[in-house]
């Protein structure tokens, strides 16, 4: 393994003397015959079979060398695995890779749906998921991933982050156990410790600061931007109008990072105020008539938008392709945004610098790595000679520490998140049920693969296993027999269905409650758990506390925190009403929540009751089948008595109900109904009706 710092060209070489003809074509059609300098020795040793990690900036060509590695190994009749971190990010590079198919390669892509072993997938040549979903798949023992002979990993640097970082991290050490001769391929921002990396990964390491665009970074208070190299410029207007003034006028567009949901949404209204006078353009949309996407709608419509994670997917997504299609030129955004997807812009201006930290210890400094994510945004290729990241000072004061902090410091290494013992206890069991792990000794051994092990003394980790095996001794989810480790029917389930431990313990309580488990109790039961990420209580919702006091649940209040009782409460009142047809309007007003958390606890939901059925086979099969049915009914958001209904694609939870109160109440109805009949219904228009006709025959 060498360290290779690229900072200099060395010599122009075409993309088919080093890749051949046969894959440079793909990429000349998109314009590329020669690679940036920086790709030559990566895409060398990626076309040799040797693992790379490669440090670089956002849009230095990283991707192009992942592409090569994977369509390699499909040339040499192995598969490849493209693992990345977000959803959306495996969404962009499925139909990035699909340009492939020209020459007979397969892409295919799953990122949900944990507890199956989806073998099908396996008919495709490369596989794009999330970490997680290739976590799942090694739990269901899935035949094909005997047959990958590279694997990428994208984004690595979020090793680091708490909540994905671990599962990336032990999901790569088993793929390296399940095929030690599979190629790693890894991507990563250009981090303090990249060499740490490449060194546990056994790789040829690359790092260079270098980019296609150059990017000026600067610290902007008043009139006045001063740029780390010393140089400065002075706008005409002063603060975030002046920045977003002059990159207008050079027909630019801009990101702005905010810390908060509703700092987005009050910034992008004052921004759409600023860009109606400028008479920029913009798109109409609709998303419905609740609050959030009445004030995006008339956000768009003058040329801004704001992005967060309480939008939904489908708003979300059209935010991303106007920016995309130039269609607007402005979003305000929190940081998450910068995570993964590919939206650069001519101008990054990140407001705020430190946000507030729900563990009750106030605001504090965002870190410098995360911010210089959000400053690489800026500058598009193919688009702009330069790109420019600002960072808005709130006095003359803040301008020097902003800038010693954020532009002239070192980003933080990144660190490895493995060691918590909620962490260890959920892949310990999984190691055990589903790995063939059947002793302390080989545990420990795998853990010392990791990269926690690289960077830390193993004795710190194995304390905490023995703390986790202890946890999955008491409960019930492993035990000894003939001296080894053994899982029980339990902790198998519960590593398949890919819940934490805890959760599958709350859900056990549960489902061996002596008393009847209304629908209420089950979706309380589900919210407590801690994959479920509760809906907080207002201030105002002090009748939530009060009904907390009157209802009873499987989970007694004196078993839990109130906080946490309550908190699920309000999670479960929020699901109740969207299974019994509230107007996704009135719960969001209701609940004073966001349209996307509405979409993401309901997802979130369907997975947990999908869990707790399987359970429910082992601890209380008479509700095996309740649970179908509320399974179905969070999926859909109906009563009971339309689910019949909600085969017919194209019928959701509003046509679903109109088609009921018209006497339509099974699919023999709809077989006996005219197509004119059926556009007398409500939200029927003629092309669903035939639609409808199609489907039911």
């Given at each position: 393994m060498r360290n290779r710092f690229i900072t200099v060209p060395y010599l122009t070489v075409k993309l088919s003397d080093i890749v051949g003809s046969e894959i440079s074509e793909i990429f000349r059609e998109e314009g590329i015959e020669s690679p940036y300098d920086i790709q030559v020795e990566p895409l060398k040793v990626v076309i040799s079979g040797k693992n790379a990690v490669t440090a670089y900036p956002t849009a230095s060509g990283k991707s192009l060398i992942a592409y090569v590695g994977a369509v390699r190994s499909v040339l040499n009749g192995k598969k490849a695995l493209y693992m990345v971190p977000l959803r959306a990010l495996?969404?962009?590079k499925y139909e990035d890779l699909k340009k492939f198919s020209k020459l007979g390669i397969k892409v295919g892509i799953s990122i949900g749906d944990y507890d199956t072993k989806d073998e099908r997938l396996g008919r495709n040549d490369i596989i794009v998921a999330t970490s997680e979903k290739v976590d799942s798949l090694i739990r269901h023992r899935t035949g094909w991933m005997s047959k990958i002979g590279a694997v990428i990993a994208d984004?690595?640097?979020?090793?680091?982050?708490e909540k994905r970082g671990p599962t990336l991290e032990v999901t790569l050490e088993k793929l390296r156990k399940l095929n030690p001769d599979a190629q790693i391929i890894a991507l990563s921002a250009t981090i303090k410790n990249s060499n740490e990396i490449a060194e546990w990964l056994g790789a040829e390491h690359f790092r260079s600061d270098w980019r296609p665009v150059e990017l000026k970074k600067g610290i902007a208070y008043g009139k006045n931007i001063l740029f780390e190299d010393g140089s400065s410029i002075r706008t005409k207007y002063s603060g975030l109008e002046g920045i977003i003034r002059d990159t207008l006028e050079k027909d630019g567009q801009l990101l702005v990072f905010v810390s908060t949901?509703?700092?987005?949404?009050?910034?992008?209204?004052?921004?759409?105020?600023?860009?109606?006078?400028?008479r920029m353009k913009g798109i109409e949309a609709d998303f419905g008539d609740d609050r959030t996407s009445v004030r995006l709608k008339n956000c768009l419509k003058r040329g801004a938008a704001f992005h967060h994670a309480g939008l939904t997917s489908e708003q979300r997504r059209a935010v991303e392709n106007a920016f995309k299609n130039r269609e607007i030129s402005v979003i305000v955004a929190t940081p998450t945004l910068a995570a993964g997807i590919n939206l650069p812009a001519k101008t990054v201006i990140v407001r705020d610098t430190k946000r507030y930290d729900v563990s009750g210890f106030g605001w504090k400094d965002i870190p410098v790595m995360e911010v210089q994510q959000m400053l690489g945004r800026a500058g598009r290729p193919k688009y702009d000679r330069e790109g420019f990241g600002i960072i808005i000072a709130k006095n003359e004061a803040d301008v020097g520490d902003l800038m010693e902090r954020y532009l002239k410091s070192e980003s933080e290494p990144i660190l490895s998140k493995l060691g918590s013992e909620n962490v260890l206890r959920t892949?310990?069991?999984?190691?055990?049920?589903?790995?063939g792990i059947s002793s302390e000794e080989e545990l420990y051994s795998f853990y010392e693969g990791t990269f926690f092990a690289r960077q830390r003394d193993i004795s710190d980790i194995e304390r905490t296993v023995e703390r986790a095996i202890g946890f999955l001794f008491d409960n019930d989810l492993i035990e000894r027999r003939s001296g080894n480790l053994s899982p029980t029917n339990f902790g198998i389930r519960t590593a398949e269905t890919y819940i934490d431990p805890m959760s599958a313990v709350i859900i056990r309580t549960a489902l061996e409650d002596?008393?009847?488990?209304?629908?209420?109790?089950?979706?309380?039961?589900?919210?407590?758990?801690?994959?479920?990420?509760?809906?907080?209580?207002?201030?105002?919702?002090?009748y939530i506390r009060e009904l907390a006091e009157e209802i009873e649940t499987p989970i007694k209040p004196w078993d839990v925190p109130e906080a946490a009782y309550v908190s699920a409460l309000k999670t479960a009142l929020v699901l109740l009403d969207w299974i019994n047809e509230l107007p996704e309007k009135k719960i969001t007003e209701r609940y004073g929540i966001w349209p996307g958390d509405l979409a993401s606890r309901t997802e979130l939901?369907?997975?947990?009751?999908?869990s707790t059925r399987e359970l429910s086979r082992l601890f209380r099969p008479e509700d095996t089948h309740a649970l179908d049915i509320l399974i179905q009914r969070i999926h859909h958001g109906v009563k009971q008595d339309v689910l019949n209904l909600m085969q017919i694609r194209g019928i959701g939870r509003t046509r679903?109900?109109?088609?009921?109160?018209?006497g339509y109440r099974s699919i023999s109805d709809l077989r006996k109904a005219s197509v004119e009949q059926l556009t007398r219904v409500e939200g029927i228009g003629k092309a669903i009706a035939v639609r409808i006709k199609e489907q039911v025959g």
């Open positions: 495996a969404s962009e984004e690595i640097h979020l090793i680091n982050d949901r509703r700092y987005t949404e009050s910034l992008a209204d004052k921004l759409a105020v600023l860009l109606e006078k400028l892949h310990t069991l999984a190691l055990v049920a589903t790995f002596k008393e009847e488990i209304d629908e209420l109790g089950y979706l309380h039961t589900i919210s407590l758990t801690p994959d479920m990420y509760p809906l907080y209580p207002k201030r105002s919702e002090d939901s369907e997975w947990l009751l999908t679903g109900r109109a088609l009921h109160k018209h």
